[in-house]
């Protein structure tokens, strides 16, 4: 089983910055055992979109965050971040953080989600 625990979330000024980390844990979570982590986003009422991965050696990222977000992974120790710069009202949303094992890579885990509010 694979935990993976978000923070860095919050309410930040249009314009402002942000970083959200994310690490995954748990029994069978050693060293470089993600061989996918990424963020996703949710507004109420809407489906959940792809802000950032980086998913098996290929980075991807949703078109309206390309130029203000950076996805970054630590390997080791199975931790994704994302720098958020030039933040918009909305990007206003609970992002959540995704994660696949390098061994089981058609199952997919979340985070609880961390709620990020810009306001304008």
């Known amino acids: 089983q694979v935990q993976l625990v978000e923070s860095g979330g919050g309410l930040v000024q249009a314009g402002g910055s942000l970083t959200l980390s994310c690490e995954a844990s748990?029994?069978?979570?050693?060293?470089?055992?993600?061989?996918?982590m990424g963020w996703y986003r949710q507004v109420p009422g809407q489906q959940r979109e792809l802000v950032a991965e980086?998913?098996?050696?290929?980075?991807k990222y949703g078109d309206d965050v390309k130029g203000r977000f950076t996805v970054s992974k630590n390997n080791a120790r199975n931790t994704v971040f994302l720098q958020m710069n030039s933040l918009k009202p909305e990007d206003t949303a609970v992002y959540f953080c995704?994660?696949?094992?390098?061994?089981?890579?058609?199952?997919?885990?979340w985070g609880q989600g961390t709620q990020v509010t810009v306001s304008s």
């Open positions: 995704n994660g696949r094992l390098n061994r089981d890579p058609l199952r997919e885990y």
């Open positions: 748990g029994k069978t979570v050693s060293d470089n055992a993600m061989g996918s």
């Open positions: 980086m998913f098996f050696g290929i980075t």
